[in-house]
């Protein structure tokens, strides 16, 4: 079974500048979480989808972020205008099911991540 | 407060060793709990659940305790592939959200 993919692995830009991510789940998976990890933290999440609606974008910060999953298939994370604090691995993990009432979460299967430098 | 919290370590221990390290939650409804590994510049894996019970898997054994709100990750027989990063996750059951901890660094020592 494929993974999570993710593009591009790596990204170096200057602040102020725009990038793009993409991410595209393992086949069949209802939510896809995109999440920021700095070095040395644990990853934060900024996004769910379940399938190509928003269930939780509270750390999400609206000014500058903002992603979609249309189809609910591939998603992308987009970062306008970028900040040096914007630095970190994003990361992208999808899972069979979301979270219903009563139920327990799925295991969440990460991709490999994009590393996104900002100079 | 955070939500999940971890002692980030690093534990430097030889191999054959038994480690464990805990995790605390501050939302007492919590409901799921989860250790991931992490490799340094890899994605995180899941390791083990954690159920109400405690779970064994090999040389891995997890635990919950509410009263305390903390779980626990005990890892014996220490081999050098154990060298990661271990982090915990917690779902509070008050939304969608999915708390990481910071990660605890286990360094296995030949």
Same mark, same amino acid.
């Given at each position: 079974e494929a993974g999570v993919a993710q593009s591009p692995r790596y990204k170096i830009i200057e602040k102020r500048q725009s990038v793009a991510f993409w991410c595209n789940p393992i086949s069949g998976h209802a939510t896809l979480y995109w999440y920021q990890q700095i070095l040395g933290q644990g990853p934060k999440l900024l996004i769910q989808f379940q399938n190509n609606g928003?269930? !939780?974008?509270?750390?999400?910060?609206k000014d500058r972020f903002s992603a979609e999953r249309l189809k609910g298939v591939d998603s992308t994370l987009k970062i306008?205008?970028?900040?040096?604090? !914007?630095s970190a691995v994003y990361l992208c993990a999808s899972s069979p099911r979301s979270r219903f009432r009563g139920s327990s979460y799925n295991e969440q299967f990460f991709g490999p991540g994009t590393r996104l430098t900002v100079l | 407060r955070k939500e999940v919290e971890q002692d980030p370590g690093p534990f430097n221990v030889p191999e054959g060793a038994t480690v464990a390290f805990n995790c605390t939650y501050s939302?007492?409804?919590?409901q799921s709990f989860f250790w991931y590994r992490q490799d340094c510049r890899k994605e995180p894996k899941l390791l083990m659940s954690v159920y109400s019970s405690g779970n064994e898997d090999g040389r891995f054994t997890a635990q919950l305790n509410r009263a305390s709100q903390y779980i626990s990750l005990l890892i014996r027989d220490?081999?050098?592939?154990?060298s990661a990063t271990y982090l915990c996750a917690v779902n509070?059951?008050?939304?969608?959200q999915f708390y990481f901890g910071t990660g605890t660094s286990l360094t296995v020592i030949p």
């Open positions: 928003v269930v !939780d974008d509270s750390q999400l910060p306008q205008p970028a900040k040096l604090e !914007d | 939302n007492s409804a919590s220490s081999k050098l592939s154990d509070p059951n008050t939304g969608n």
